[in-house]
């Protein structure tokens, strides 16, 4: 018998939740030694479908085969001791424990009964070095930064002798150097026989990547082919059913008077800020670039009271300010929109209202009473200004695709109406439609004075949607330049300054 040239295959699947279809009869067919490149919009169900696979949900149809073998898994746990591995959009990972229990969660080598530490670093050590990566099993998962964590979840696939890896979107918090070692790992894997589902919005890495490609739109395929033989145009026209013109909206804002200031600011601990000095007009998008780890999160969160500042001053309209707090800053109209959100700005078990009203909790009260109708109200308001893809507003928002909780998160923030936003990657894991639709908002807030200041790690979208950006490099400031008259290359060059 000729020898089967898919180590995946999924026909037929289908999955409800309710009376939602949200995969109606879909098929993946992944080669052996392969990337399989699987994209969509935001919702159109690309992390179900891995997850029927991975037997976290139950299919209401559908043929799945492992190595030419019929295959249905019941547990995450199955799926791992079959040679399939997932790493996760929205890591689950014990932060106060070590890399090396993490990596050894629910399988501890033991000893005489007693769980054997010199075994679980030895083997993490081993994994680590083969995938030239250099981390001490011994740290603490919460030391580490989102990437970094990212790569342990990725090693920790690649310890259970995986035959198929599932990366759901594991380059969102990724910096382009990580990327590389990312890629080096797959190549390294792929020529041992390893496959990969990649799934990601990032067009220019799955076309770098991927050897296939399958694309889904509404829980229904809409092309299979293999990388050389399709374009740009043709998976976007693939993902959102027309060909889109620019990703990016023309940037009609027009700045106003220097509204902050920030002078000499320095922080305490280490790694430091060091001497930061820069200012943003009102009604601004002001970009701040640099690799992951350059400190540029660091001085967002000066800007929102969490941290502390040792040295200089910031000055807002005028009058030094010194937040003590978030709360502080936000009774100053400030917000902060961040990288991430399971861990910062969500409220994974509540509805899209609750999540939607909570940092305003105060408008919905009516004599000190909360009022539910007028949550509702705003709520529904806020998922149509958004675009969220959703039932209704009393959905969970756990239940909703990675991109749709983004926009949630972001909506509350506009439900506020503050005048200085600041925001850390807000468009983590957001399609290429609704990312538009961001930044649309974006220059909107702009028009109407509110003043933004964004971190980026994508070229594009900083070159594409600010007025000035900022380049930190090793926690200095390496440059302030005018968006219209900069490039690449010198946001790279900027970037690298402190290195
Ligand atoms: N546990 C759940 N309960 C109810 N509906 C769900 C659940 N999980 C996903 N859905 C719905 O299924 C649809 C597909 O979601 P899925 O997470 O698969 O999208 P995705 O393609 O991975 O999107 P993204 O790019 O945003 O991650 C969405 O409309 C989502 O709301
Ligand atoms: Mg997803």
């Not at 026909?11 to 993946?28: A, E, H, Y």
């Not at 909206?249 to 800020?273: A, C, H, M, R, Y």
């Not at 300010?321 to 409220?347: C, Q, W, Y």
């Not at 007025?467 to 790279?492: D, W």
Request: hydrophobic share 40%.
């Amino acid at each position: 018998m000729e020898e089967n040239e898919f180590i995946l295959t999924i026909d037929n699947l289908s999955k409800f939740f309710g009376k939602n279809r949200v995969l109606n009869n879909i098929f993946l067919h992944v080669r052996k030694s392969s990337v399989m490149g699987l994209m969509g919009e935001n919702g159109a169900g690309k992390s179900t479908m891995m997850k029927c696979l991975f037997g976290i949900y139950e299919k209401n149809s559908g043929v799945i085969t492992l190595d030419g073998k019929q295959i249905d898994f019941t547990s995450p746990k199955q799926a791992l001791e079959h040679g399939v591995a997932m790493v996760h959009q929205e890591l689950n990972q014990c932060l106060e424990r070590t890399i090396a229990d993490n990596m050894f969660l629910g399988r501890f080598p033991t000893k005489f009964g007693v769980v054997n530490e010199a075994k679980m670093a030895s083997e993490c050590n081993r994994i680590f070095n083969d995938l030239g990566l250099s981390f001490n099993p011994k740290e603490i998962i919460k030391n580490l930064s989102v990437s970094e964590r990212q790569m342990v979840e990725i090693a920790k696939a690649v310890s259970y002798d995986a035959k198929v890896i599932i990366l759901d979107e594991p380059t969102s918090s990724l910096s382009e150097k990580e990327v590389k070692k990312l890629f080096e790992i797959i190549r390294l894997l792929k020529a041992r026989g390893v496959s990969f589902v990649f799934i990601s919005h990032k067009m220019d890495e799955i076309f770098e990547i991927c050897d296939d490609i399958t694309v889904l739109r509404d829980g229904e395929v809409t092309l299979y082919k293999p990388v050389k033989d399709t374009n740009l145009n043709e998976v976007v026209a693939a993902m959102v059913g027309r060909s889109l013109e620019s990703r990016f909206p023309p940037l009609t804002n027009e700045p106003g008077d220097v509204i902050l200031q920030v002078k000499n600011l320095s922080t305490k601990f280490n790694p430091k800020l060091q001497n930061i000095s820069f200012d943003v007009r009102k009604g601004e998008i002001f970009g701040i670039y640099g690799l992951v780890g350059a400190g540029r999160s660091e001085l967002l969160e000066c800007l929102f009271g969490i941290r502390t500042i040792a040295e200089g001053e910031i000055i807002y309209k005028g009058k030094r300010i010194f937040f003590k707090s978030p709360k502080d800053a936000m009774r100053h109209n400030f917000a902060l929109v961040t990288e991430e959100r399971k861990f910062n700005g969500m409220f994974g078990v509540e509805t899209l209202t609750y999540n939607t009203c909570i940092t305003n909790i105060d408008q919905y009260k009516k004599f000190g009473v909360i009022v539910n109708s007028k949550m509702k109200k705003a709520a529904k308001e806020e998922i149509k200004k958004m675009h969220v893809k959703c039932t209704d507003e009393g959905d969970i928002i756990s239940s909703l695709s990675g991109g749709n909780q983004q926009k949630v998160v972001i909506g509350k923030w506009i439900e506020r109406n503050p005048d200085v936003f600041l925001m850390d990657e807000p468009t983590r894991g957001i399609d290429i439609m609704a990312k538009y639709q961001i930044y649309e908002l974006m220059i909107d807030l702009a028009k109407k004075g509110k003043t933004i200041i964004m971190i980026s790690s994508e070229m594009p979208e900083i070159l594409g949607v600010t007025n000035r950006i900022a380049v930190m490099s090793n926690y200095h400031l390496s440059g302030i330049v005018e968006t219209k008259k900069t490039n690449q290359e010198e946001l790279l060059r900027l970037s690298a300054k402190y290195l």
